[in-house]
T-cell receptor, first 115, second 113 residues
Framework: DAGVTQSPTHLIKTRGQHVTLRCSPI?????VSWYQQVLGQGPQFIFQ???????GRGNFPDRFSARQFPNYSSELNVNALLLGDSALYLC??????????????FGQGTRLTVV | AQSVTQLDSHVSVSEGTPVLLRCNYS??????LFWYVQHPNKGLQLLLK??????LVKGINGFEAEFKKSETSFHLTKPSAHMSDAAEYFC???????????FGKGTKLSVIP
């Protein structure tokens, strides 16, 4: 069975540009969450989507947005990129969005470098 | 509000010796607690989770953790380290009704041959 897949694996962008990161959850999983992991730190929560609705948002500026599609895949969009947006972006999928102790399965991430 | 403090940023052990990675948590609700491992250039993998059942939780690869409410701790242990255990370990907390996972800053485990 395929796990959580993210694309692209690596990306280099220039300050001010826009970026779209993609995530396909495990088959049957309806919840997708996004995390940002800056070098040397633990992942930080950005968004959670469940059944195509936003269920939660972390402390990130409005330049960050996301959506979930009918097939439960998801996109994370970041506008007006800053150098500080350079990080590993992780996607996690889980069966449900309501029960927090449902295990979250993580993809390998997209490494974004802003120059 | 919930938070996690991993008390050591780096732990170094010799192969075959015990491993102890320390974690303290803070949560307004009865927490769910997790340990995840991240190998270089790999995604996060769940080692074990505590969800208000038994306080001693057994995970994969010989790891276990004990939930101590009085000490607000959830330390990760393994009796005998293996070279393949070298990785970054994250203690994670989430509160009742919360979908958000809050990660600690991580502990890098080095295993010396």
């Amino acid at each position: 069975d395929a796990g959580v897949t993210q694309s692209p694996t690596h990306l280099i962008k220039t300050r001010g540009q826009h970026v779209t990161l993609r995530c396909s959850p495990i088959s049957g999983h309806k919840s997708v969450s996004w995390y940002q992991q800056v070098l040397g730190q633990g992942p930080q929560f950005i968004f959670q989507y469940y059944e195509k609705e936003e269920r939660g948002r972390g402390n990130f500026p409005d330049r960050f947005s996301a959506r979930q599609f009918p097939n439960y895949s998801s996109e994370l969009n970041v506008n007006a990129l800053l150098l500080g947006d350079s990080a590993l972006y992780l996607c996690a999928s889980s069966l449900s969005g309501g029960k927090v102790n449902t295990e979250a399965f993580f993809g390998q991430g997209t490494r974004l470098t802003v120059v | 509000a919930q938070s996690v403090t991993q008390l050591d940023s780096h732990v170094s052990v010799s192969e075959g010796t015990p491993v102890l990675l320390r974690c303290n948590y803070s949560s307004s609700y009865s927490p769910s607690l997790f340990w995840y491992v991240q190998h270089p250039n790999k995604g996060l993998q769940l080692l074990l989770k505590y969800t208000s059942a038994a306080t001693l939780v057994k995970g994969i690869n010989g790891f276990e953790a004990e939930f101590k409410k009085s000490e607000t701790s959830f330390h990760l242990t393994k009796p005998s380290a293996h070279m393949s255990d070298a990785a970054e370990y994250f203690c994670v907390v989430s509160g009742a009704g919360s979908y958000q996972l809050t990660f600690g800053k991580g502990t890098k485990l080095s295993v010396i041959p």
